[in-house]
């Protein structure tokens, strides 16, 4: 590992946690994504098949001038009024089956497996 590389390290150690783990051997430094790739600080290309952009890739243009729209209007959480989430999950729930008709909107999959778990172990006979 370069000097670098191990002040980097030491660094997320530090904030993060000791036990917080890292992929490989020889820790990837990653400084960019564009699409399908991700960069490290030596300018090497990977292809990104793991992180969950698969499906829009890295600075999507649409996603990236989206997010900037929101941002500069409003961030928030669904526990205030505000159009614009009601508007999305209009347009969401329009692609459901009918007896789906509402949605529970979450920060990540964890968030949504808890979700979903929760539900289940109300709702279904026979899960402790």
Request: charged share 20%.
């Amino acid at each position: 590992m370069t000097q670098p590389q191990e002040a980097l390290v030491s660094r997320r150690s530090r904030l993060l946690g000791a036990k917080s783990q890292l992929f490989y051997d020889e820790p990837v430094h990653l400084v960019r994504g564009e699409g399908v790739w991700l960069y490290d600080a030596d300018g090497r290309k990977y292809l990104d098949a793991y992180n969950n952009v698969a499906h829009v890739g890295h600075c999507h243009p649409y996603v990236v001038e989206a997010l900037c729209r929101q941002a500069s209007l409003l961030n928030t959480h669904t526990r205030y009024l505000h159009t614009a989430i009601l508007d999305y999950v209009e347009r969401l729930t329009a692609t459901f089956d009918a007896s789906l008709p509402t949605a529970i909107l979450t920060c990540t999959g964890s968030e949504a497996n808890d979700i979903a778990l929760r539900m289940a172990q109300r709702d279904v006979v026979g899960l402790t």
